[in-house]
C-alpha cells in the first residue's frame, strides 16, 4: 500500500464522516438530538473510540518495534562484515579472492537495498553470493599455520552467519500489516466522527476540530505504513552503516 495515498484515503473517509454527521444533524427530528439520546450514543462511541484508539497504538508501537529490530539488524550485519574482513586478512594472502568476493557481495545488496546509494558501480554479484560463491571462496583459502586455520574456520562460520542474517532481511521486506483489520480501524473511527458532529453545532470551530483529529489519524496511518517499509519510506533506514563497511573494504 502507498502510505500517502491510504493516509489521504483515510483523511478523507473520517472528514467526510464528519461531515456526514453535520448533515444528517439537519435531517433529523428533534426528537432524535435529545440529550438522553445523546447520552446513549457517547456511550456506545466511547467504546468504539476506545477500541480503535487501542488498536491504533499497538498497529505503531508494533511497526516501530519492528523498525528498530531491522535497523539494528543493518548495524550488526555491518559490524560482522568488517569483522570478517579482518578475520580474512589475518587468513594472510591466500584471502585475496574471499575478500574481493566479499567487497563485491557487500557493494551488489547496497545497491539492491538502497539504489540511490552513492557506491561505485561494479559487476553485480548474485543473490546466492553470501550463501555459496563467499564460502566457497573461503573454502579455497590455503593457510600455512594452526593460526591462519583458526582465522579461517572463523571467517567461514561468520559467514554462515552474514548469510542467514541477509535473508532475514530479504524475508522481513514483505508487508505486516493487515488490510482487513486497517479497514475495520478506520471505519470504527468514521463512526465516531459521525457521532460527535451528530451532536455538535455547525460551526467553524467544530469543523476545525474535527479537521485536525483526521489529520492526526490520518497522520498516524501514514506513520504506521511507513515504518512498515524501512527501507522505502520517508523514514527509512539509513545506508551509513553498509557504506562505512565498504569503505573499510576497500582499505
Known amino acids: 500500500m502507498n502510505p500517502i495515498l491510504t493516509a489521504v484515503v483515510v483523511f478523507s473517509a473520517l472528514f467526510g464522516a464528519a461531515l456526514l454527521g453535520s448533515w444528517l444533524r439537519r435531517q433529523l427530528p428533534d426528537h432524535h438530538l435529545s440529550d438522553q439520546t445523546k447520552d446513549a450514543v457517547r456511550i456506545g462511541m466511547q467504546s468504539i473510540a476506545t477500541v480503535a484508539a487501542l488498536v491504533l497504538g499497538l498497529l505503531v508501537a508494533s511497526t516501530y518495534g519492528a523498525y528498530n529490530t531491522e535497523k539494528n539488524e543493518v548495524i550488526q550485519m555491518a559490524a560482522k562484515i568488517i569483522q570478517l574482513d579482518q578475520l580474512l586478512i589475518n587468513c594472510g594472502p591466500g584471502s585475496a579472492e574471499s575478500?574481493?568476493?566479499?567487497?563485491?557481495?557487500?557493494?551488489?545488496?547496497?545497491?539492491?537495498?538502497?539504489?540511490?546509494?552513492?557506491?561505485?558501480?561494479?559487476?553485480?554479484?548474485?543473490?546466492?553470493a553470501w550463501t555459496q560463491a563467499l564460502p566457497r571462496a573461503i573454502q579455497r583459502i590455503s593457510t600455512s599455520d594452526d593460526a591462519q586455520r583458526v582465522f579461517k574456520a572463523q571467517a567461514a562460520a561468520l559467514t554462515c552467519e552474514l548469510g542467514q542474517m541477509r535473508w532475514l532481511l530479504f524475508e522481513q521486506t514483505e508487508s505486516s500489516i493487515s488490510v482487513p483489520l486497517l479497514v475495520i480501524m478506520v471505519f470504527w473511527f468514521s463512526i465516531t466522527f459521525v457521532s460527535v458532529s451528530l451532536f455538535a453545532p455547525p460551526n467553524a470551530t467544530v469543523h476545525v476540530a474535527q479537521l485536525m483529529a483526521a489529520l492526526s489519524v490520518a497522520g498516524a496511518i501514514f506513520?504506521?505504513?511507513?515504518?512498515?517499509?524501512?527501507?522505502?519510506?520517508?523514514?527509512?533506514?539509513?545506508?551509513?552503516?553498509?557504506?562505512?563497511?565498504?569503505?573499510?573494504?576497500a582499505k
Open 99 to 128: 575478500r574481493e568476493v566479499l567487497r563485491g557481495s557487500l557493494r551488489t545488496a547496497i545497491l539492491r537495498i538502497w539504489p540511490t546509494a552513492k557506491v561505485e558501480q561494479g559487476t553485480p554479484a548474485p543473490a546466492y
Open 223 to 249: 506513520l504506521i505504513l511507513d515504518l512498515d517499509k524501512p527501507f522505502a519510506g520517508f523514514i527509512g533506514i539509513s545506508s551509513g552503516p553498509m557504506l562505512n563497511a565498504l569503505n573499510h573494504l
